[in-house]
Nanobody, 116 residues
């Protein structure tokens, strides 16, 4: 049974940084892909950043240059370092991991609020 748990959300002022972490457990080998999504109130869930097993990242245009995704294959963790945060970054952030058999697992989400 794969379990995915996010941590690191909270309240931050505009322009500030925040770091999100996600740990996936219950599997021996690393995941094919790991990603962060977010969902703001009244909006659909959207991809923020993803990273494949080779460590190649992919970002949404809205976060390019501000967010950095990284992963540790040995620990099955993925981190999202966010900087220059804007009020429009406010959302619930979800971690998603994809196994080599294409099985997908989601975390419960962590709230990020950008406000003065």
């Amino acid at each position: 049974q794969v379990q995915v748990a996010e941590s690191g959300g909270g309240l931050v002022q505009p322009g500030g940084p925040l770091r999100l972490s996600c740990a996936a457990s219950g599997i021996i080998r690393s995941f094919a892909a790991m990603a962060w999504y977010r969902q703001a109130p009244g909006k659909s869930r959207e991809l923020v950043a993803a990273i494949n097993s080779a460590g190649i990242p992919n970002y949404a245009d809205s976060v390019k240059g501000r967010f950095t995704i990284s992963r540790d294959n040995a620990k099955n963790t993925v981190t999202l370092q966010m900087s220059s945060l804007k009020p429009e970054d406010t959302a619930i952030y979800y971690c998603k991991v994809v196994g080599w058999n294409a099985d997908t697992y989601w975390g419960q989400g962590t709230q990020v609020t950008v406000s003065s």
